[in-house]
């Protein structure tokens, strides 16, 4: 895990889908634990499946006082994302990417993109979504990645940090409730099980 500057990273500028007010990042974890969950794309089909598995925690974070934040790198999307339902927390957008920037998720380039955008993570979460009848679209900026942060009360502590490998990557509900030292009630969705052309949910 990357060390992560919470100083620097905290001074970036967050714009709130729901006001359109800037906030600095810090101010999310000033008075409360906080998961921050950094979409590649608002239109992203595998974002908006990862997006609504996390939901699935959001009443236990509630309860034991953690916010729930979801962050996108663009406006593009937004509002068919807000629209969709697809998650329970609030939703900032880093029109800036400095956030992005500052914790390593990396960008690809158009080569690097198709490979891991056809892998068999990507494969295996984009069935599943379109299972639960989550569909996406290929606006907006393709090339983004992104991850978790969770950061204690205050900023004292990083509690995980997450960079995807994958486009098709994500933290286990599991994961997040355990970094938290909180305990969970949901279960988290399955992935279906993929050979190369034959899927089972």
Known sequence: MAKVDIGKVGKNLLKSSDTGESK????????QPVVLFFLRRFGCQVCRWIASEVS???PDLTASGVALVGIGPEELGLKEFKE???FKGSIYVDEQKKSYKDLGFK??????????????KVRDVAAKASAEGIQ??????LLQSGGML???KGGEKVLLHFIQDSPGDYVPLDDISKALGISAKVKAGQRPVC??????R
């Open 24 to 31: 600095e990042l810090q101010s999310l974890w000033q008075d």
């Open 56 to 58: 699935k925690l959001e």
């Open 84 to 86: 969709g339902g697809f």
């Open 107 to 120: 960008r690809y380039s158009a080569l690097s993109l198709v490979p891991a955008a056809l892998g068999k």
């Open 136 to 141: 996406g679209n290929f606006s907006g900026d």
């Open 150 to 152: 969770i950061v204690a």
């Open 195 to 200: 050979n190369d052309d034959v899927c089972t």
